[in-house]
């Protein structure tokens, strides 16, 4: 039997606070008491290297960024057999101005590619450094970004530690016309995916441009995340949708998942903003959806939403209603 809920306890008006700016502050929602690298003293890293080797060992630290750190063209290219989706085939008889994308294949080929549906073949070529050993996040760190500086071009985090901060930081250009073409922030737990992680504050980042998933969680995932103040840019020149729209925004799946959103700006979108399934329960106070050509919510099976006081503006399907879908809740 089909369980469906609709909670709406406010509407108010959102005024999203500038990404720019350089704030510390304290954790609201489930992520309270995250402290990151604490009082370690900051480090300033100079160079590729440097940065990934400070986010990723066993010491406390802060992190700072005062450049942009680019990795596209370190790790090589690569042209291989791909996907070109019904999608984009469409797209491009549509000539309308818009790009669509075509599909980096995974393990098992077309039959098993998330995107590539009715897919034909197509040889594709794409930056290594975006789908191949994305910046390991380990636990009790802090990175954060000066002003507009911190920015992180052609690779994604992906966390894999408990009390960790991401702030002001901005990352871009992952591979944006291509399915796949990499996920901006990944988090699947410890051990493997076993154990979830705890206390994990993502707050005043900004993800543009980005192949695949701004944010995506899966398997244990983290029990106590919160995304606050940032904003998720879906501005593109290549859009699934075809009208300039990025439909691959949110992804929470997950046996453990579960987060707060927090006065975020998540604009230009067309889909999965969020998608929410696999026992998660995200709550969402707050938050500002502008110009959405699709849907918004996506909840599907054992997902669980609460919203309040959120704003949808120029949104066609705010929440995606599958009289289908089993024991959704929102």
Request: aromatic letters at 8%; hydrophobic letters at 35%; glycine letters at 12%.
């Amino acid at each position: 039997m089909q369980i469906f809920r609709v909670v709406i306890v406010a509407i108010a008006a959102f005024a999203m606070q500038g990404t720019q700016a350089l704030s510390t502050g304290t954790a609201p929602g489930l992520a309270a008491g995250t402290t990151g690298g604490g009082n370690a003293n900051p480090v300033y890293p100079t160079s590729l290297a440097e940065l990934r080797n400070y986010l990723k060992d066993s010491q406390p630290r802060v992190i700072v960024l005062k450049t942009t750190f680019d990795f596209r063209g370190t790790e090589g290219t690569t042209t291989e057999n791909g996907c070109r989706p019904k999608s984009n085939r469409d797209c491009l008889a549509k000539n309308n101005g818009y790009k669509g994308q075509d599909v980096i294949l995974q393990s098992g080929g077309m039959a098993n590619t998330g995107g590539c549906v009715e897919g034909t073949s197509v040889k594709v070529t794409y930056d290594l450094a975006a789908t191949k050993n994305p910046l390991v996040i380990t636990s009790n760190k802090t990175l954060r970004g000066v002003g507009t500086s911190g920015v992180i071009k052609g690779k994604g985090l992906w966390i894999q530690g408990d009390n960790v901060i991401i702030q002001n930081v901005h990352i871009t250009q992952l591979n944006p016309h291509l399915i796949w073409g990499g996920d901006a922030i990944y988090i699947q737990g410890l051990n493997s995916g076993k154990t979830a992680m705890q206390r994990v504050w993502i707050d005043h980042v900004k993800i543009s441009n980005i192949g695949r998933q701004m944010i995506a969680t899966n398997t244990a995932s983290v029990k106590s995340l919160t995304i606050s103040n940032s904003e998720f840019d879906g501005k593109t020149q290549y859009s699934a949708t075809c009208d300039g729209n990025h439909y691959w925004t949110f992804l929470f799946l997950g046996t453990q998942t579960q987060a707060s959103l927090v006065n975020n700006f998540v604009h230009h979108t067309s889909g999965r903003s969020p998608k929410v399934g696999g026992n998660s329960v995200i709550h969402a106070a707050n938050n500002y959806w502008y110009s959405n050509s699709g849907f918004s919510y996506d909840v599907v099976e054992n997902g669980n939403v609460l919203l309040e006081g959120n704003y949808f503006e120029s949104t066609a399907v705010p929440n995606k209603h599958d009289a289908e879908t089993v024991g959704a809740i929102i």
